[in-house]
């Protein structure tokens, strides 16, 4: 869709001119004068519904493999290890080359 914009600008129109003994008579109009046009464009985020199923199916197929995978690492023995003593030696030893 587009629109413009208009301003109203005064006009003379001259009714009769000047004489010695009588002045102009002047009559003031306005005119409209366009300054600017804008252009409207709407976008839609509307999906076909084939594309709103197909995206459902991979959410839900996602989602199970995350419940899956979530539960594997339930299950799974971990040792315990203290990264944080090592990075800090390393970060603060005199040595870092490790020699």
Do not use: C
């Amino acid at each position: 869709m587009e629109t413009t914009k208009t301003r109203k600008v005064p006009r003379n129109h001259v009714k009769a001119e000047a004489t010695k003994e009588h002045p102009a008579q002047v009559e003031v109009y306005y005119e409209d004068v366009t300054i600017g046009r804008w252009r409207t464009v709407k976008y839609s985020g509307a999906l076909p519904a084939s594309r709103v199923n197909e995206l459902r199916d991979r959410v839900e197929k996602l989602q199970e493999a995350v419940k899956f995978a979530r539960e594997e690492a339930n299950n799974t023995e971990v040792t315990d290890k203290k990264v944080g003593r090592a990075f800090l030696e390393y970060l603060f030893s005199s040595n870092p080359g490790g020699a």
